[in-house]
């Protein structure tokens, strides 16, 4: 299965709706942030290039690029990858954050999307390392994480919980 990773373009609307269906059972974040329902995808495609370019960002965000997995020309997954960090990412949220389509799970696609992530990081961003942050109790994560070489920072507690989220850096 080849898993190609890239940010929309203007050919991709009738992709990025039917991948909303297929997302439909978890919390909307986890496909996009900046969609609204009603919203056009021309609007969302303008939404996305400026947060790519740093423009008009809401208070504690920071430039970012929103690139989806395809296979077979169906969206699959999805990698936010936040340019910089700053105190909340540096803490808690780190550079990457990736999701899979439920159906699509277990296939190796999340490993794939952060293999393909960090390439972009490299080539595109030009970073030389990547903080990536899961739940500890998020195995899948956590594993695709440590297949990609991450290292263990530290574990931060969760504000009013008992778990802790891991803190990996990844050398580019
Ligand atoms: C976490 C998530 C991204 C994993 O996606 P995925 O495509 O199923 O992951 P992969 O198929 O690449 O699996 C990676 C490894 O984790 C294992 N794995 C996947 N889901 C698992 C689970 N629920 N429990 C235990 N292990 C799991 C896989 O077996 C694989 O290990 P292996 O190579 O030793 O077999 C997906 O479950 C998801 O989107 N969850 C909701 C959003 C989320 O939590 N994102 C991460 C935020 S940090």
Sequence with gaps: MTVELRALNENDAEAFFEGLKLFSDMEPEWYSFAYRPGMSFTELLRIQ????HGRNLK???????????FVDGK???????????????????????????????????????????????????????????????NLGSVKTILKNGGVLENKILNEGKQTHTNRYWIKL
């Design 59 to 69: 208070p504690e965000r920071v430039p970012h690029s929103m690139l989806y997995a």
């Design 49 to 52: 290039d400026d947060e790519f």
């Design 75 to 137: 969206i699959v997954g999805r990698s936010s990858i936040r340019h910089k960090l700053n105190d909340h990412l540096m803490k808690l949220g780190g550079n990457i954050g990736y999701a899979v389509a439920t159906p699509w799970r277990n296939k190796g696609i999340a490993t794939e999307i952060l293999k393909l992530s960090l390439k972009y990081c490299r080539d595109v961003l030009k970073l030389d390392r990547v903080l990536v942050t899961c739940d500890e109790d």
